[in-house]
């Protein structure tokens, strides 16, 4: 059957890998390509680059990163982050990444994601969702703006719209986990997973090697993302799925 | 030399990216002429099975592959480009295919026989299993590879098929005969199995150059 995947994501800023990353034994621990190796040698199943560039010329940056990657690189990725237009989707896609992904620019205009489906497939298509409780919602809501604008969608309806625009996969982000290590958010991962017919990627809470465990189980997620504890060195990619694989979670 | 058909669909840089590693020569090009030279053929795809036979078909290149198929030099097709090498597809209404194999491309149902939903596209890392031994899975276990599809092969002949995956349904993940080969899934996508995958098709070409 069909594995659960283990996607580590980096930030990129003009070309660098940024966040805290702390791997001492990497010549150059800001290399995009250095990372996505050691990362695929760990077993990554798959990787997400966010370009968190502020400027012009730091996204055309990206462009390069993104060939460099793709050169070294025998497994699939998928580059998020500032794009906005069929034209941006285009760029990264012939650079040789395999998936984009939307997050802001799918609320604001959502005919990007059937434009961007019709013309590539929509395995191509992530839409990216941060999601945040919301008392007076009754229900978690949709952020955008790297989580700091509210908008009037509820989480699970803008998912199956979404997908019915055209989206082949949903990254959802739980912003009330997120960096806090205690947990992915089940509920969440779960509601949207049963909702929509497409994979969900589970990314934001991820603390210990069980989390992984509880949210493919208890929160039906097809693949799971996670940054700073692999980055810190918290857990590794290998340790992940060793625990996985002795729970009986089939992975790669 | 490999040829990689440009039909203006392909994940080409990935696929040419993957030879490169291996340090095979190669060439990418959208002609008949140049191409039914090449000693062994790739055709790539991601995209639709409508779509790229339209395209095949008005480029000539459709005519291209059928010859290049009667000459018993290796072709792979990868993904949709292994899905064009059959009969037809119900993708976005009928499509007559290449018609070098013999099935029909078919949507995943989305329910299983036991009345259990599944998630459409098949997404992710699934394992092989053997059905028969053929040159191309020379030293490799049988272990997980890339796929990314809504449809797949339904064929009823059990001989070509070589590996297949199990995603609710049995999925010819690899098939072929003497010279035909296809992957359904992304062999430049699936690490080091996939590279020698690739490996092991670079080998047959060689093989049969000797031969010829």
């Not at chain 1, 990725?77 to 620019?105: C, H, P, Q, W, Y």
């Not at chain 2, 959208?30 to 639709?48: F, H, R, T």
Request: one cysteine or more.
């Amino acid at each position: 059957m069909l594995t659960k995947r283990i996607i580590p994501c980096l930030d990129v800023k003009e070309g660098r890998v940024v966040k805290g990353i702390q791997f001492l034994e990497l010549r150059d621990a800001g290399d995009p390509v250095e990372l996505a190796k050691f990362y695929d040698e760990q077993g990554a199943d798959e990787l997400v680059f966010l370009d968190i560039s502020a400027s012009h010329e730091g996204r055309k940056t990206m462009v390069d990163v993104i060939m460099a990657v793709a050169s070294e690189l025998a497994i699939p990725f998928t580059v998020g982050g500032g794009i906005n237009t069929l034209e941006d989707m285009k760029r990264l896609l012939r650079a040789g990444a395999d998936k984009v992904s939307l997050n802001t620019a799918a609320v604001s205009n959502p005919d990007l994601i059937t434009e961007g489906a019709s013309f590539f497939g929509s395995q191509c298509i992530v839409v990216a969702i941060d999601a945040k409780y919301d008392a007076e919602m009754g229900s978690w809501r949709v952020y955008t703006h790297g989580g700091r604008n509210p908008t009037n969608w509820k989480v699970v309806d803008w998912a199956m719209e979404a997908v019915n625009l055209g989206a082949g996969e949903i990254l959802l982000t739980s912003m009330d986990r997120d960096g806090e290590k205690e947990g992915f958010d089940e509920e969440l991962t779960r509601a949207v997973s049963e909702a929509v017919s497409v994979p969900v990627i589970a990314s934001g809470g991820a603390g210990n090697v069980e989390h992984f465990q509880s949210i493919f189980e208890v929160g039906k997620a097809d693949a799971a993302l996670a940054a700073s504890i692999f980055h810190y060195k918290e857990t590794s990619v290998e340790e992940v799925k060793s625990f996985l694989r002795k729970v009986g979670v089939e992975v790669r | 030399m490999i040829g990689i058909i440009d039909y203006g669909m392909g994940n080409l840089f990935s696929v040419s990216k993957a030879l490169e590693r291996l340090n095979v020569p190669y060439f990418i090009s959208d002609k008949s002429e140049k191409l039914m030279n090449a000693n062994g053929l790739i055709l790539p795809g991601v995209g639709s099975f409508r779509d790229a036979m339209l395209r095949l078909n008005e480029s000539g290149l459709s005519e291209l592959i059928k010859r290049f198929a009667e000459t018993n030099k290796p072709l792979l097709g990868i993904c949709l480009g292994m899905q064009l090498l059959f009969e037809e597809s119900e993708e976005n209404g009928f499509t007559r295919g290449l018609g070098l194999l013999s099935g029909q491309v078919v949507r995943f149902s989305g329910k299983s026989n036991d009345g259990i939903n599944y998630k459409v596209p098949h997404m992710g890392w699934n394992k092989l299993t053997y059905k028969r031994s053929s040159s191309i899975l020379n030293k490799i276990s049988e272990s997980h590879v890339y796929f990314v599809h809504s449809y797949y092969v339904k064929t009823d002949d059990k001989d070509i098929l070589i590996a297949s995956s199990d995603y609710h349904i049995e999925v010819p993940a690899v098939v072929g005969n003497q010279n035909i080969l296809g992957m359904q899934f992304h062999p430049e996508k699936s690490s080091k199995l996939g590279m020698q995958l690739f490996k092991n098709f670079v080998d047959l070409v060689e093989e049969r150059m000797k031969l010829s």
